[in-house]
């Protein structure tokens, strides 16, 4: 595939800009979510287990790859960006799950509203840089 570079094929350095950012707060979303694992505050819906078995991978891989994704993006790495498998595409189906979930469990409604609200935003987010992601590797 060569060494492309993504401002060679039309991605904008404000493009870049938002998926770098995107990476980063989809990791910072993954930390809040180990938190509330931690509290036990899902465990009830969705335990960290079936994290693992969804997400191919414990909760610090999945960081980790986030990570590696990232600094592809900085560096402009169109050959790594579209020849790994990231976690972002299951990450954006798990948090589906789990809303489902939280929207059946019987969990108070206040404490259902807060954390429905909070997988959304999550979800929204990981959704945003998996389109991102997508539309890299479409431009190859």
Known sequence: MGEMQL??????DEYL????MLCRE???DLKE?????????LEDVHAASEFRSRMKGDHESVVH???LLERALFKQDLATITSCEWPVYD????YDTII???QCH???????????????????????????????????
Request: net charge positive; aromatic share 4%; glycine share 6%.
């Open 91 to 94: 990450l954006v189906n798990y």
């Open 33 to 41: 979510l180990a938190k509330l694992w931690a509290h036990r505050s």
């Open 26 to 28: 989809v990791r910072n």
């Open 106 to 140: 019987q969990l108070s409604s206040g404490r259902k509203g807060m954390e429905r609200d909070l997988l959304r935003k999550w979800r929204t987010t990981a959704g945003r840089l998996a389109q991102l992601v997508c539309q890299m590797e479409d431009a190859c």
């Open 7 to 12: 401002l060679s094929i039309g991605m904008s």
């Open 100 to 102: 489902d979930r939280v």
């Open 65 to 67: 790859r986030l990570d």
């Open 17 to 20: 800009d938002e998926a770098m």
